[in-house]
């Protein structure tokens, strides 16, 4: 009694009393009801103790955690250019615009991106939507999937480039994002994807997860891409800046060095995440971005996305609508074979397919070894399936326009709070769906809010550093190279193959020295059969 009085304080305890009885008799027979139903039964909800009311709170968990990845996936993936050339820039009367207004500020360039960010909004939220129900419906599993960190990064800053700045077109990326797809789905169906993942020495394998978290981090830091941190320098190539005035070209600073107002109040984001995450509340990186969104959406103020231009008019009456259903029109099917056959698309197909095939094995069996669904073999239920659906959704994501799709190591926070079945996964791609009507809330998102959530990642992806032996040589320097070089380099792949050549070169005095002992053992073994068949007497010469 004492209890609920303080429950309710303001309530009669028996009546308070009452309504809690009333609410858990509904609860039970929703979940009953739930469970014997046909939907119940197709997803085991019994059988792997469950209920309906565990898997909606598993899903909202696990989709407050994830939905951060709508609004950071688009906005890498335009830093791209995306379909957006010199063609759509704005020119004088009489004149043709210039190659390098694609790098400049540019009204025509920017209406076309901002277009293309839409559209890559809604991309991700299908393709996220599909991937979560697929997972869901067919592996029966809790699991959401969305475009994965990482790969999306290599593909806008590796391939593409900065504005177009690279040598891949993101037509042709998005041909190689589908290729990779049908080679990982071939890799699922034939049961190769453990023998792949195999072929890359384990301390790089542990290094790829930290090098890209540290190559993400640092983007999130950058001028153009985040909180703008850091900046480009002549002479120490990077520096700190987060200047009030900047090169809009370059990102150099020009004046009022750490005096950037999005700056610090994208480090209030920043910290506010962090807070968060301390106490474990579920969508604290959303909290985060959802702040600083907020107070950028005033106008008139020295940290607004809205400033008084033609620009910022466009994209604040785009804001007022609220809810609109966008319509995909420039990265739905941008998908060219023309230049396929070059050593560097080759070598992106290669890292992409490498990279998402760790991946998402290793994210499946944490998520499955939290979930308690490993078996003793090593094996979990759905496990067959699982891959195939991850693999399918990439396909069908390189035809919307967006990177590879993974199984998100977020969805731990589901499992935590008891989702153990693939209706987790549904009611998380029905949250997706609803999401698809708030585009110009979720396109009007700037990059500094952006930004700290994308050093948040770049933290959590540097657990696996923990589980490299550090005192072994041979380990140690491969793996800190593959770290060290993918953020300097700005290029995953670079890590990836720097990694690799240094694990065999450290590794080539043992190579050799096991390959003349095995030679050595195979001549003696020859000599020994021969000289056994000599000196049998029951062998006659004829």
Excluded at 101 to 106: I, S, T
């Amino acid at each position: 009694m004492e209890h609920n009085h303080k429950l309710c304080p303001a309530m009669d305890a028996t009546l308070c009393t009452r309504l809690s009885t009333s609410c858990n008799k509904m609860k039970t027979g929703l979940n009953d009801a739930v469970s014997k139903s046909k939907v119940g039964t197709y997803f085991k909800l019994e059988a792997r103790k469950s209920s309906f009311t565990n898997e909606l709170r598993a899903a909202t968990a696990t989709f407050l955690t994830m939905a951060y990845i709508i609004t950071v996936n688009a906005t890498i993936i335009a830093d791209s250019g995306v379909t957006c050339s010199v063609a759509d820039c704005s020119a004088p009367v009489n004149q043709t615009a210039s190659p390098d207004c694609v790098v400049k500020p540019n009204d025509g360039y920017q209406k076309c991106l901002d277009g293309a960010k839409s559209d890559l909004v809604v991309a991700t939220i299908v393709a996220s939507m599909i991937g979560s129900f697929a997972m869901g419906i067919f592996a029966n599993l809790p699991f959401g999937l969305a475009p994965g960190m990482g790969p999306n990064a290599y593909l806008a800053y590796n391939l593409v480039g900065f504005h177009g700045s690279g040598t891949i077109s993101y037509e042709t990326s998005m041909a190689i994002v589908l290729v990779e797809g049908c080679l990982f789905l071939a890799i699922a169906a034939f049961g190769l994807r453990a023998k792949i993942a195999r072929l890359i020495p384990h301390p790089v394998r542990l290094a790829c997860a930290a090098g890209i978290g540290l190559f993400i981090a640092f983007t999130g830091l950058q001028v153009h891409q985040g909180v703008g941190l850091i900046g480009p320098n002549p002479s120490s190539l990077v520096t700190l800046t987060a200047c009030s005035i900047t090169n809009p070209v370059t990102g150099e600073c020009i004046g009022g060095k750490m005096q950037s107002p999005t700056f610090w109040l994208g480090s209030i984001g920043f910290l506010i995440t962090c807070y968060g995450l301390i106490k474990e509340i579920k969508g604290s990186m959303i909290y985060g971005i959802v702040f600083v969104t907020l107070i950028s959406w005033f106008r008139g103020t020295s940290v607004t996305y809205f400033p008084d231009s033609s620009m910022g008019d466009s994209k604040f009456n785009y804001l007022k609508k609220v809810v609109d259903f966008h319509k995909i029109k420039s990265t739905a099917g941008a998908i060219s074979f023309t230049n396929f056959n070059r050593s560097d698309v080759w070598i992106a197909l290669a890292t992409l397919l490498y990279v998402d095939v760790l991946a998402t094995t290793g994210t499946l069996y944490t998520m499955a070894e939290i979930g308690g669904f490993v078996d003793e073999t090593g094996s979990f239920e759905g496990e067959y399936v699982a891959y195939m659906v991850d693999a399918g959704s990439t396909i069908v994501g390189s035809t919307l326009g967006v990177s590879p799709i993974a199984t998100y190591i977020e969805s731990s926070a589901g499992i935590r709070e008891g989702g153990r079945t693939g209706l987790t996964a549904v009611i998380i791609g029905f949250y997706f769906l609803l999401s698809l009507f708030f585009t110009p809330l979720l396109a009007s998102v700037p990059p500094w809010a952006i930004g700290p959530s994308l050093v948040i990642v770049g933290v959590m992806m540097m657990k696996v550093v923990k589980d490299i032996n550090w005192a072994d040589m041979k380990e140690a320097v491969p793996a800190f190279m593959t770290m060290l070089l993918m953020p300097l380099t700005y290029s995953i792949a670079n890590g990836i193959i720097g990694g690799v050549g240094l694990y065999i070169a450290l590794n080539l005095y043992d190579y050799v020295v096991s390959f003349v002992r095995w030679t050595v053992k195979m001549r003696k073994m020859v000599v020994k059969e021969h000289n056994q068949v000599s000196v049998d007497p029951s062998i006659q010469l004829v």
